[in-house]
Structure formats: C-alpha cells, structure tokens
C-alpha cells in the first residue's frame, strides 16, 4: 500500500509566535518515526514552521492554495508562494473549506493539478455527511468525489496524491468511525482508483483517514490494510499526542 504519512491540521490554531517552538518540540517528539510526519499550518505560520522543520525529518504544510498563479485574488494564496515559503505538502478540500468557502469538486480539481504542476504533494479530502451515510450513499458520493478530482490527471501524477477520507460526521465531534467502517470506504476508495487507472497506481496512493483520530484510537485504524495514515486534527495540536500518533503508524 502508500507511504504511511501522518499529517496534522491544525486548522484555525497557534499563533506565528508559537509556531518555532511548537515544531521544534514535534521534530523531537517524533525522532525515529518510520513514517512521514507533516504539519500543515495557517498561512501566517508557515515561515517559522519551515524555519524550525529545516534539516528535520518533519516536513510542512499548508491548509489550502489558489488554483492561478497570480493575479486579483484577495485573501487567497499561490502555489508558487508557498513552494517560495519551502512548503512541501498543501490540503485540497478540507470539509470546513467546502461548507465554509464554497469549494466545489471542479476547484477541487483544478487545486489538485496546480499544486502537482509545482511539486507540492496534495492531500485530497473527500467524505461524507451524516445524513449521507445514513441513506446508503457514501460510497457513491465519494466515487464521485474521486472521479471529479482526478479528472485529466494522469497515472504518474495520479500515484503523487494523497487521498484522506474524513467523515464529516467524525470531524471535531468525538465520535470515531469504528476501524472496520473507516477500512471499508478507504478498501473501497483503492477499488475506485484502480478502476480510474490501475492496481499499481492504487496500490501506490496513500489513503489516510482523518475522522477524530487520536492517540486511544489510532493503533486499531493503523492497523487496517487500507489505512497508509491520518490527516490528524484536534490531537495534531499536542505534542506527545501527536507523537503517539506517529510512533503507531509503522
């Protein structure tokens, strides 16, 4: 399966003034991981998060990009801003920015492209809501969600995407799906993109889950076939609990 990967979101969270030392503190916790360990930050900290992860093991993140270059976009951020900043990772369709900012699966899309076109490794959020679930679509909204965001991207950019499943429901709520739930859609997410390309290509994305994983349940979700890490949120806010997040995912 895909790399293991744990990446932290840590949101609408820390100031600039804490960042430096609160990645510093995560690169020690986190000494010997055998996965990839990544912190994606607001954009205000991503400097002093770079400065203290230089030379490090851990890499860094940005929570979202624009899909143009330059150009009358106030407020939003470039691609090659961030490649400038020394970023490596950057979330594509979190649920907060779908619902909160009107991120559809075509921007989705074009974000996805723009940020493989600069070399940044794109984490692709899908999921589905509680009411969805509840009706028996899950599977055929995030089939969707898939085939939409990896439209026209081919099969040796495709294997470079990270895809995080995130249960809207699971978000910030406490509640977990249980480790059998979580396998089946990312078992099922794989199906999808062997369907798309091939079983290599599959078997190369790395699939994360990123419904309210934490220190108590990630050894189970980590365990699962099709789990190759979490995009991580609440807990990624947290030093040891993060590292023990990290030390599960071998």
Same mark, same amino acid.
């Given at each position: 399966?895909?790399?293991?990967?744990?990446?932290?979101?840590?949101?609408?969270?820390?100031?600039?003034?804490?960042? &430096?030392?609160?990645?510093?503190?995560?690169?020690?916790? +986190?000494?010997?991981?055998?996965?990839?360990?990544?912190?994606?930050?607001?954009?205000?900290? /991503?400097?002093?998060?770079?400065?203290?992860?230089?030379? +490090?093991?851990?890499?860094?993140?940005?929570?979202?990009?624009?899909?143009?270059?330059?150009?009358?976009?106030?407020?939003?951020?470039?691609?090659?801003?961030?490649?400038?900043?020394?970023?490596? &990772?950057?979330?594509?369709?979190?649920?907060?920015?779908?619902?909160?900012?009107?991120? +559809?699966?075509?921007?989705?899309?074009?974000?996805?492209?723009?940020? =493989?076109?600069?070399?940044?490794?794109?984490?692709?959020?899908?999921?589905?809501?509680?009411?969805?679930?509840?009706?028996?679509?899950?599977?055929? /909204?995030?089939?969707?969600?898939i085939k939409k965001a990896f439209a026209e991207i081919p099969a040796e950019d495709a294997a470079k995407v990270v895809v995080a499943y995130e249960p809207i429901w699971a978000i910030g709520t406490g509640k977990t799906a249980t480790d059998d739930q979580a396998?089946?859609?990312?078992?099922?997410?794989?199906?999808? =993109?062997?369907?798309?390309?091939?079983?290599?290509?599959?078997?190369?994305?790395?699939?994360?889950?990123?419904?309210?994983?934490?220190?108590?349940?990630?050894?189970?979700?980590?365990?699962?076939?099709?789990?190759?890490?979490?995009?991580?949120?609440?807990?990624?806010?947290?030093?040891?609990?993060?590292?023990?997040?990290?030390?599960?995912?071998?």
């Amino acid at each position: 399966m895909g790399k293991y990967i744990i990446a932290g979101n840590w949101k609408m969270n820390k100031l600039p003034s804490e960042t &430096y030392d609160f990645v510093k503190e995560v690169v020690e916790a +986190t000494k010997g991981a055998e996965c990839e360990v990544v912190c994606c930050t607001p954009y205000v900290c /991503l400097a002093p998060a770079v400065e203290a992860a230089k030379g +490090t093991h851990v890499k860094i993140g940005a929570e979202n990009l624009h899909f143009e270059d330059s150009g009358a976009y106030t407020g939003e951020v470039s691609a090659d801003m961030l490649v400038d900043l020394g970023v490596d &990772y950057v979330i594509i369709g979190h649920s907060e920015r779908r619902a909160y900012n009107n991120e +559809t699966d075509e921007t989705v899309n074009k974000k996805i492209k723009k940020a =493989l076109a600069k070399c940044l490794v794109p984490i692709v959020c899908v999921g589905e809501s509680l009411e969805e679930r509840e009706a028996g679509i899950t599977m055929d /909204l995030i089939t969707i969600q898939i085939k939409k965001a990896f439209a026209e991207i081919p099969a040796e950019d495709a294997a470079k995407v990270v895809v995080a499943y995130e249960p809207i429901w699971a978000i910030g709520t406490g509640k977990t799906a249980t480790d059998d739930q979580a396998e089946e859609v990312c078992g099922a997410i794989r199906k999808v =993109l062997a369907a798309l390309y091939n079983e290599s290509v599959a078997a190369d994305v790395t699939i994360q889950y990123g419904g309210s994983m934490n220190a108590k349940n990630c050894a189970g979700l980590l365990a699962k076939e099709n789990i190759d890490g979490g995009l991580i949120g609440g807990a990624s806010l947290k030093a040891p609990d993060f590292a023990t997040i990290v030390a599960a995912a071998k």
